[in-house]
């Protein structure tokens, strides 16, 4: 999903000016332009990157890093690639675009380096993956979902304009967004299905282009966030929602704090770069983080006060999170 659109000039608070300069923790190295995707372990020791665009350096796979004995190690990966840890473990699972997703487990000798463990023959632009791998969801190139449970395929829903897929924490739902034109406008559409039957349980059509989808750690929240700056995040347990109105912004990245309390969106307009923090549920501004680059993704660590930026152009920010949340909440270093 990661192409940028240049949208219109946006309003913003000025003391993110004052900010000082990021140095990147982690550049990829290679030739050719990419755009890296991450994501941190539950445990908090591995941070994994993958580019997310095909690249003409063969050194650029997937790498993970430990974040606990500073060392990296790579995935070899042939194409353009996106990866997610295996929630409840410290398992990996990469996608390798329009080829397969394939699941590695870390083995050290005299360094860390990860062994295949489990592939799946699904094809895909983007996906996730439930809980001790028990089940895989991706999005084709045709927009249709297709969910791997064991040795069962499902095609689950028909070819769309855009789709993304995101499990709940405990594996037991698979939320949906998919969109449509409708009289020459592109509306979206999330649903919950039960991943035991893939019966539908929950559904709410949108007045906009959703981009991104993202469950919060404890279930109970699910947040869209449209091409046009919009998010909404609806409370599944007393179905309340609460929005935040077109802004001219892109949304390209779309993560929950670990304590449920913060909404991180990595956001481009044409003049300047962010990533915006929101309180939940009520999607209230928190703190705004100016970056250097657009924004493509974002991953809180999930026991230390830390936010990673994935940044266009293969950098890796890291930004120390300093309660109380006040103007200057952020430290980069």
Do not use: C
């Not at 501004?285 to 970056?291: K, R």
């Amino acid at each position: 999903m990661r192409r940028w659109l240049l949208a219109s000039l946006l309003a913003f608070l000025g003391w993110h000016q004052a900010m000082p300069q990021s140095q990147p923790l982690l550049v990829l190295q290679g030739t050719g332009t990419y755009s890296p995707t991450i994501d941190i372990s539950q445990s908090g020791t591995w941070l994994g990157v993958a580019p997310s665009l095909r690249v003409l350096s063969t050194d650029v796979g997937a790498k993970v890093w430990n974040l606990v004995s500073n060392e990296v190690s790579a995935i070899p990966v042939n194409t353009s690639a996106l990866l997610r840890f295996v929630p409840d473990t410290d398992g990996l699972a990469v996608l390798s675009v329009d080829s397969d997703i394939t699941a590695y487990s870390p083995r050290r000798l005299d360094r860390w380096y990860w062994v295949p463990i489990l592939r799946v023959f699904l094809p895909g632009r983007s996906f996730d993956v439930a809980p001790q791998f028990s089940a895989v969801a991706a999005v084709d190139a045709a927009g249709r979902v297709l969910v791997a449970r064991g040795l069962r395929i499902d095609i689950l829903t028909p070819p769309a304009a855009h789709a993304e897929v995101a499990f709940s924490p405990d594996g037991a739902l698979l939320a949906v967004l998919s969109s449509k034109y409708v009289a020459g406008s592109e509306v979206s559409e999330v649903r919950l299905y039960r991943v035991s039957d893939l019966a539908v349980v929950w559904a709410r059509q949108l007045p906009f282009a959703g981009r991104e989808l993202a469950f919060a750690p404890n279930g109970r929240y699910l947040a869209v966030a449209g091409v046009e700056g919009q998010i909404r995040l609806w409370d599944l347990s007393t179905n309340q929602e609460w929005e935040v109105a077109a802004r001219g912004v892109l949304v390209g990245a779309l993560q929950f704090s670990p304590d449920n309390a913060l909404l991180a969106t990595g956001e481009t307009s044409s003049t300047s770069q962010f990533v915006r923090l929101w309180r939940t549920p009520d999607l209230s501004l928190h703190a705004e983080l100016p970056v250097e680059d657009t924004p493509l993704d974002v991953a809180f660590h999930p026991t230390q006060n830390q936010l990673y930026v994935a940044l266009w152009g293969g950098a890796i920010d890291a930004w120390t999170l300093q309660p109380p949340y006040q103007s200057q909440l952020f430290a980069r270093y």
